[in-house]
């Protein structure tokens, strides 16, 4: 009885791996814990587990004894437990010296008067304060055994041109640099920047149009990303981050020269419906994207996921468009055809039944072939 059981268990296990053969690594933006017990966050980390879900990137605030406890659940339902926690977006803090904040053109403080939505209060990563207070913060966090690595997000300036499927929303038309969306002209940016190049740039006409003036804040962002890394690095564990996708569409609209960036991982939020492109778009960005790093560090395609499919065509607000069902086999097509190394889901809350049917089919492909 017991030898048939046996024999029983190893065919079904060869017919399942069978039936599976090779799998996308698959990542996945999620937070919480909210108030939910052990007992409820290990039975929704084991169904991502089995729907295919290998690593979250989770948000949960900045304490690390909140991780301690959410890591350990993670790991016991065998996934990768990375912590996602914003960078530069940083709200009103007893740690944070208001001094920090940056500065847009018009000599705004993102404190007082952020760009877009009130909580854009982005640091100026210029000032030793925001290093330091970050240093501290992600090594705090980075201590804790049960965190495998540290997710950077709304690592950049603030967006100096909104995506384009945002424009209605904020009834913008950002065809150019426009001084109250542009950061930061605080006192050490712009006199570090003077003695550095010659040029006061407040006293330029057009700021847009000074190249030197560009690269200098995509040096700012990549110097503070490169000394957060080794902070990280120096405890063993890995650092990896959300970016906008290219690096073009990145450096242009948030400053990001990340394809520079010392990271382990790169995660470019390949958000179509925010560029007003379908999703066969995944595909151009991802083979940008690994060609930039000259595939030598994976890159995992971030896909946004609509969470009611069949109101995406009334609904206005670009943040609940995204994948369809229907689509969202292209997109994985096209980021597992061009070199990426696994997708990333914003998010698995958004997923209906039919992107789970989908996605299990997509994900359970060999794109070995078409690389
Ligand atoms: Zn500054």
């Known amino acids: 009885m017991s030898r048939l059981l046996t024999f029983c268990l190893m065919v079904l296990t060869l ?26 966050l290990l039975a929704k980390f084991n169904d991502l587990k089995d729907k295919g879900v290998d690593g979250l990137m989770y948000s949960g605030g900045h304490d690390p004894e909140t991780y301690k406890r959410v890591g350990a659940l993670v790991k016991e339902a065998g996934m990768e437990f990375h912590t996602w926690i914003p960078t530069m977006v940083q709200g009103e803090n007893p740690k944070i010296d208001q001094s920090l904040y940056a500065i847009n053109g018009q000599g705004e403080s993102a ?29 705090s966090v980075a201590d804790v055994k049960e965190v495998d690595g540290i997710h950077l997000d ?24 426009y001084p109250e969306y542009d950061y930061c002209y605080c006192d050490k940016c712009t006199s570090d920047f003077k003695e550095q190049t010659g040029i006061a740039i407040k006293e330029v006409e057009d700021p847009s149009q000074v190249q030197e003036w560009k690269q200098f804040r ?25 970016v906008f996708p290219g690096p073009s569409i990145a450096k242009k609209l948030v400053r990001q020269e990340w394809d520079q960036w010392d990271l382990d991982a790169i995660y470019p939020m390949n958000y179509n419906d925010f560029y007003l492109e379908g999703p066969a778009w995944v595909a151009t960005m991802t083979k940008e994207e690994v060609a930039a790093v000259n595939g ?31 689509e969202i086999g292209t997109a994985i097509r096209g980021s597992m055809e061009n ?24 994900i359970y492909t060999d794109y070995s072939d078409k690389k």
């Open 154 to 177: 709304f690592i950049r300036f603030p967006d100096v041109i909104l995506a384009r499927g945002l424009w209605d929303k904020y009834g913008l038309v950002m065809d150019r640099e």
């Open 218 to 242: 995509y040096d700012l962002i990549t110097n503070l990303v490169n000394r957060l890394s080794k902070v990280v690095h120096d405890k063993g564990k890995v650092i990896n981050a959300a």
């Open 296 to 326: 030598k560090k994976p890159i995992y395609s971030g896909l946004f996921i609509c969470p009611k499919p069949k109101n995406k065509s009334n609904e206005k607000d670009p943040e609940n468009h995204g994948l369809l069902p229907s």
């Open 111 to 139: 404190l007082d008067k952020p760009a877009y939505v009130d909580h854009y209060k982005f640091l100026c990563p210029n000032k030793e304060g925001t290093y330091t207070f970050l240093a501290d913060l992600y090594g």
């Open 339 to 362: 070199g990426a190394s696994g997708i990333c889901l914003f998010t698995p809350g958004r997923m209906t039944p039919e992107h789970w049917e989908a996605f299990e089919k997509a």
């Open 15 to 40: 017919v399942s791996c069978n039936q599976k053969g090779p799998k996308v690594p698959v990542y996945a933006w999620t937070g919480g814990p909210g108030d939910a017990s052990d007992q409820e």
